[in-house]
């Protein structure tokens, strides 16, 4: 099999990378893996199970939910956790509010480390590649976005972006995809997506396993005046100087 080009998308929550990511692997016919919704699956499916992860006596039983949990990524952006269809479930602000507990757990990012690289590898199926023709070749890839995939996961990846925003601005964009998916049922307010993010990025770059870093040779993109248009043509032209 031919080497895949890895696209390595990592920063805070909200800063546009999920989007991006998602209708880059679009354009480029690579596969789209989102790290970031493996973690919020395995917080889904302690909660189904009635497992705290809160509670530090309950870590082993969060391991083995990681262990046995299937993730898969049938079609771009869909996101299925043993068989069911989790795209919208795992983006409730219950999942988030629980989430850093999993993601600080070693054992759990281990285990979901193993199945990203495989994926990103083109070895397990869930994202598949259909790639882009350049000088009659054939280039087929993977998006990868998260926090320590630059660093850790892919730390020999073709292409390194560090995306970073505004936190207002963040915030704005959580808020109003929040509002899309949830209407009328939403209860916070952008003040309070606000303190969320801020709290969840102290969290991710503060943790002492794999914190939310920029790799020393990835790219920074600001995307606080970006249209998304913008943030996908910028990672393009990075792409296609690179192949
Ligand atoms: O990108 P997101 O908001 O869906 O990520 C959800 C959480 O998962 C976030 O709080 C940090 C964590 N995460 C992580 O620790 N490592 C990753 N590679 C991706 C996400």
């Known amino acids: ?22 209708l880059l692997a679009k354009k480029l016919g690579f596969g789209y893996i989102d790290s970031g919704a493996m973690f919020r699956a ?11 992860p809160s509670n530090i006596a309950n870590k082993d039983k969060v391991t083995e939910i990681a262990q046995n949990a299937k993730i898969q990524f049938p079609t771009l952006g869909q996101v299925e956790l043993d068989g069911q269809n989790v795209s919208n479930l795992i983006r409730n602000s219950n999942i988030t509010r629980n989430i850093s507990q999993v993601a600080s757990n070693p054992d759990v990012r281990n285990i979901l480390a193993k199945q990203q690289r495989a994926m990103a590898n ?6 598949q590649s259909t790639g882009f023709i350049k000088h009659d070749k054939i280039i087929k890839g993977v998006v990868m976005d ?7 996961i892919l730390p020999n990846a073709e292409l390194k972006v560090f995306i970073v925003a505004d936190v207002r601005i963040r915030a704005q964009r959580r ?31 503060t943790r002492s396993i794999a914190p939310l870093k920029k790799a020393d040779d990835a790219v920074v993109l ?16 990075m792409v296609y100087q690179r192949v």
């Open 1 to 22: 099999m031919s080497r895949m080009f890895r696209i390595a998308i990592d920063g805070p929550g909200a800063s546009g990378k999920s989007t991006t990511a998602k």
């Open 42 to 52: 395995v917080t889904l499916k302690c909660q189904q199970s009635g497992i705290d």
């Open 122 to 127: 083109g070895e397990l199926p869930g994202a």
């Open 146 to 152: 998260g926090r320590d995939i630059g660093t850790v």
């Open 175 to 205: 808020f109003d995809e929040l509002k899309r998916r949830q209407g009328a049922n939403l209860k916070e307010t952008l003040d309070e997506v606000e303190r969320d993010l801020e709290e969840r990025d102290l969290a991710d770059r």
């Open 222 to 237: 600001d995307t606080s005046h970006l249209s998304i248009e913008e943030q996908i043509t910028a990672i393009e032209e």
